[in-house]
């Protein structure tokens, strides 16, 4: 059988860990923890991750409780630097399977904003052909039956 394709995760592969750097980082530096935060990663955050909600807009409300005095542009900054780290073994194994044609894809739950951060600031984009994000794929057909 010959491999044709391979879809990596980021979170876990790609970027090295279990789980999330943002909580243990947002504990660590402002005292935000899990109980703080779980109402807007359980809640409105899902909605963000398979494009329905704008995280910029569903994160603004819970500034106040979480008591952050900067705005939306440094929250995600600060959020995604903390989760940029990168397997330098898990990228050669990549560019590896592209150097033999076979066509690697990233396939990721994500929201819009840290894909996009994925690809402009992590340079992901140079070790594969293609995303496939939740925030970026359309279920609507599946909805309909169509699928």
Known sequence: MDLRY??????????PGRGSRFAPHWAD???????????????????????????RVELLPYFAQWEWSGNIDNFLANWFCCEHIVDSQ???????LRQEDVGVYLATNQAAYRIHYLQEH???MDHVDGVFASCMVDTSSRRRGIL
């Open 90 to 96: 898990v990228l050669a194994v990549m560019d590896r």
């Open 122 to 124: 992590m340079d992901l």
């Open 6 to 15: 391979v879809l990596m995760d980021v979170d876990g592969v790609i970027v």
């Open 29 to 55: 530096k402002y005292g935000l923890t899990d109980t703080v935060t779980k109402s807007f990663f359980r809640g409105p955050f899902r909605q963000c991750m398979v494009g329905k909600a704008d995280l």
